[in-house]
């Protein structure tokens, strides 16, 4: 063959090779309507289609088969996409790392007539409510009602009396009435009724501990549903998240960029997400119930709390908190006033034995002699045998175990401080690094991620994952923001909880125990 002749030859072999090469590019390009061989032992290959995109995966096709019989075909016929395309990602943009404050999702719902209750409002309807507060109060009433009686002046006594009855015929010497009295002496009623009245104190003191108690786990719980609120809302952008990763998966099958494995994988992960976000709503739902049983009005069915998570008061440091608890505890002031109490108690029986006077005045008319007569008769009772010595003793021990149990109650709460602290400290660390390091990072690798498959230089399953990962942190964030609000308010409650649990009494005992002269 002539040398021209060849050259001819080559030039049109050349030409059509090119040819054959853009007709492939073109098919791979083409999405789910090019024809896919099911031939098992062909392996599509696909080529860049420019310099600067990363070439895309490059994954057999094998049990497409199977696959296909198991499913119906039109599930594969979804959106077409191109590499040159701008897809929107699943979820909005972010003007910040956190999710939407909890109000912008009720100025929403509002709208929709949703009921909608807020911190303050459930802290007044529980002091309305709480059966606690009505016990704590009644410890206050009997107390002073004991303490009234300690200090009432005994009753006189009046009765017949007569005397000699039918002498000389007679009715008798004395015919008359009689009035006796015992006047108290050394004070004793006033003490009583000071003992009393210092037992009255303290189930004040007790009544006002209550009541923080009740605050303080009202406080708790609505964080806890509001937690369990916000919880939902960013499951329910992880199930939309998977729900995207299933459909590009079914894109990537269909243009032979992955298997059946991947896609049987993404759609375990999607159910994973929606068994997720049923048990963060069931979780919603005990969350409202405990707080209604703590407020009182267990009847009321849930509805929106508006509310935020992100704190707003400074930081607490050990020696500020440890000086304020030791300094307003109730359980402390409570203890100190016991302390008086028993005082109180020791000297009022150190005056026991000092004699009360007995008078009898009697008055009538002596029948024998025709005459009206009175007598009268005085009397006290000698500490001989009995100075009450006994109860002293007794009143003593008791004086000096509540004086150890004020030490013993201030290192009680010292190490309760304590491990609260550290649950506090671990907590706000965990905020601090999340508000300024992981989640404006995580939100960043996002939006670079997003803007790289725009350019075509990152592929979208990575776009999913590090949305996924953006979510996640969320959802640890908003857990440790619950760390932080249920230990801030426990320490600054003065570590006072137990909404519902009995009141203590001031003494002891917790129904009536009267005696006609308590002392």
């Known amino acids: 063959m002539k040398r021209a002749d060849r050259e001819v030859a080559v030039k049109l072999e050349y030409s059509l090779a090119v040819s054959a090469a853009m007709v492939l590019v073109s098919g791979c390009a083409t999405g789910p309507e090019r024809q896919v061989s099911k031939r098992q032992d062909t392996t599509p290959k696909v080529e860049r289609v420019s310099t600067l995109e990363e070439k895309p995966y490059r994954l057999t096709l094998e049990e497409v088969d199977d696959f296909l019989a198991n499913h119906n075909r039109s599930e594969f016929t979804t959106r077409h996409v191109t590499h040159e395309q701008d897809i929107a990602l699943p979820l909005a943009e972010y003007a910040a790392p956190l999710l939407p404050a909890p109000d912008d999702v009720i100025n929403e719902q509002q709208s929709e007539h949703h009921v909608v209750m807020s911190l303050e409002a459930l802290e007044q309807m529980a002091l309305s409510n709480n059966p606690t507060l009505t016990q704590a109060m009644a410890q206050v009433d009997a107390a002073s009602g004991a303490a009234y009686q300690a200090g009432l002046y005994p009753n006189p006594v009046v ?29 004793k009623l006033q003490l009583s009724r000071a003992k009393w009245s210092q037992a009255a104190c303290i189930a004040e003191t007790n009544l006002s ?89 267990p009847e009321i069915t849930r509805s929106t709390l508006s509310g935020t998570l992100e704190p707003s008061d400074e930081k607490l440091d050990w020696d500020s908190a440890f000086h304020h608890l030791l300094q307003n505890s109730p359980e402390l002031v409570a203890a100190g006033e016991k302390i008086r109490h028993d005082e109180i108690t020791v000297e009022r029986e150190r005056v026991q034995p000092i004699p009360n006077i007995l008078v009898d005045v009697n008055f009538g008319h002596n029948f024998e002699t025709d005459n009206t007569v009175a007598g009268v008769t005085a009397g006290i009772p000698l500490p001989i045998f009995d100075n009450n010595s006994g109860t002293v003793d007794q009143a003593m021990a008791d004086l000096n175990r509540s004086r150890a149990d004020v030490k013993r109650l201030e290192l009680t709460l010292s190490m309760q401080l304590a491990d609260q602290y550290r649950d506090y400290q671990t907590a706000w660390q965990h905020l601090q690094a999340y508000q300024s390091d992981m989640l404006p990072k995580a939100k960043q690798v996002h939006e670079m991620l997003h803007a790289s498959y725009v350019k075509r230089r990152a592929a979208w399953p990575d776009v999913l994952m590090a949305q996924r990962r953006y979510l996640e942190l969320q959802q640890h964030y908003t857990d440790a923001l619950l760390e932080y609000r249920e230990t801030d308010i426990v320490i600054r409650g003065m570590l006072l909880t137990g909404g519902l649990t009995e009141p203590p009494a001031p003494l002891s005992g917790g129904h009536i125990d009267a005696v006609p002269k308590p002392r």
Request: glycine share 8%.
């Open 159 to 187: 009765g017949y009396a007569s005397d000699q009855i039918g002498i000389v015929g007679t009715a008798g010497e004395l015919q008359g009435a009689f009035i006796s009295q015992e006047f108290v002496t050394g004070g």
């Open 209 to 297: 501990a209550q009541y923080e108690r009740v605050l303080n786990d009202v406080r708790i719980h609505f964080y806890q549903t509001l937690s369990a609120q916000q919880h939902v809302e960013i499951q329910k952008q992880l199930v939309a998240n998977a729900q995207d990763s299933v459909q590009t998966h079914k894109e990537m099958l269909n243009l032979g960029q992955t298997n059946m494995a991947g896609l049987l994988q993404s759609e375990v992960d999607l159910s994973q997400n929606q068994l997720n976000l049923k048990m963060s709503e069931n979780n919603l739902e005990q969350a409202w119930r405990n707080l209604m049983a703590m407020v009182g009005t």
